[in-house]
Each structure stands twice: as structure tokens, then as C-alpha cells.
């Protein structure tokens, strides 16, 4: 029997259904029941009716999953697939603004762990950001933990005041302002299409900023055929099944999540058999962490 047929029958036992992000390896993606952009897969998480959800993403993801789904089993590949910018702010740095500020709402991204969650009055993700913050009541924002994330957030609404803490995304930070415009210069037809991971530099020279799923609609819509593409290699996949003719290029080279790239067909064989890697989390912690998300869900709608 093959991996893949493997999968299949222990998804069924099992009752489970498998979702990934778009940055996992193709064979991966492959599998999965729902392939997607992090907001798509917190709704999916959120709506299914199986007993048991294998998260071919990083940590947050299944954390947040488990968050929306208390009820649910949640399992990961492998525990050790983190998202370094998750944890790239501090609760003491959440408490000082709140201290500073009377009319403030903490905006947490989704990409930050369940803790941290615990003390925002939101979540977003890059596909819902700049709606979500536009339509806030308050005027001050702490935007954790991307700078870059907000640094485009406060370019689309600037009415608000926007403040940051100093996390990044290490790979979509590496993209730079001097390798898209090398980038530019040998393919001087090509459209260009980043994330919002990105630092403004990168941002501001592209012809689209968006989410993972953004991207992959941008280029399969666009009259145009040749792209040159600011995020993780792992949307070419979807955009070469969807549109085959687009010309795909990167900004530099080998550009991966290493830890998205840690899940493989054989650690979720290995979880779906096993039932090993369950994300398990306090119940009170659950409730308050549940609030932003939630809130999300309701304004991103
Ligand atoms: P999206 O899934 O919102 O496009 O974000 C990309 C990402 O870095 C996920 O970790
Ligand atoms: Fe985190 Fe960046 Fe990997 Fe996304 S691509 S999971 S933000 S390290």
C-alpha cells in the first residue's frame, strides 16, 4: 500500500480530516482535505464535523484550531514545527502599552502563540489585517508581533495609530528591496506579487500585497503571464495546478519555511496510527484565547 493510500484508510478510521498551509511540501498538500492561507484553515477548523484534525502547518495553527475546536482532537506532524515569529513579543511589552494607552486594542496576529492570544482584544491574519483594524472602534493599535504586517497595515489605514513591536517573519524579511529590483531588471515584463511578511521596501515596489491565497488569485486571474513572487515557494504548487502557462520566478533562491518543510507523509502516518503529537491545552486558557479569535471570525466576515 502506498503512503497515500495509507493516509486515506487512516483518515477514515480515525474519523480525521487533514489540513495544510500552502507552505508544506507539494506531496503533503497533496493529501490534505483542505489546503489553504491560515484564515482559511482557522474557518475550516472551526466548521468541521470530524473527530480529529492533522495540521500540516506550523504550531499557532494548531493551537488555534484546538482553540476553535475545544471539543476536537487536534494533532501535529511534528511538534517541533514553530513559527520563530510567534514568539517574538513579550507579554510585558502588551501590559506597557496597555498601561500607556486608555484607548488601545492589542491586535495580535495569528502567526504568535496561544498565550500571547490570551492578552489581545483580536486576532487577524494577513488576508483580513487591514479590515479588521479598519473597522476597530479605538484609535490606538498595538500591532504584534509583525512589524512589517503592521508597517502595510498602517499604510492602508491611516487614521489610526498604528504601533508595532520588532518581530518578523525571518524568511519573508530575507526577501530584499535590492534582490526584487535585481529580480526586476532580468525580468522586466514579469508582475510582481508579495506578502505582507515582507519589509515595506519589498511591499511598496510590488504590484500586489497579499495573503498566500491572495497571491494565488492574483496571478491565476491576471491577464498577465509572467510573475515574479515575493513569499514562500510553496504557492507555486497550487498556482502551477491552477494556471500551468503562468511563468513563475522567485526573488532568490530556495526560499522555504523549514519548519513547514518538517511535516512529511510519514509523521502523519505516523500521528494519524499512533495518535501521537495532540495539542492539549488548558481549558480556562482555551476561553481566553477562544475571545480574539473568535472575534475575528466575526469581523473578517
Ligand atoms: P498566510 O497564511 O496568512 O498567507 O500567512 C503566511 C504565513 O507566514 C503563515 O505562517
Ligand atoms: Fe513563520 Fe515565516 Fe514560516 Fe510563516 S513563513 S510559519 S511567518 S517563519
Sequence with gaps: MSKQEKIKQLKKEKDAIILAHYYVDEEVQNVAD???DSFYLAKVANQTDAKA???AGVEFMGESAKILNPEKRVFMPDSFADCP??????IKEIKEMREKYDDLAVVCYINSTAEIKTYADVCVTSANAVKIVKNLPQKNIFFVPDQNLGDFVRQQVPEKNIMTNHGHCPRHTNIS???????????PDAKVAVHPECQSGVVNAADYVGSTSGIIQFVTNSEDMEFIIGTVD???AKIHELAPQKILH???DHQICPNMKKVTLDKIIDVLENETNEVLLDNDFMKKAFKPL????ELAK
Design 53 to 55: 484534525i492533522v495540521f
Design 234 to 236: 510553496g504557492v507555486f
Design 85 to 90: 515569529m510567534a514568539h517574538m513579543v513579550t
Design 34 to 36: 483542505y489546503i489553504g
Design 177 to 187: 528591496l535590492d534582490d526584487l529590483l535585481k529580480a526586476k531588471e532580468k525580468y
Design 294 to 297: 473568535e472575534k475575528m471570525l
Design 250 to 252: 522567485t526573488v532568490i
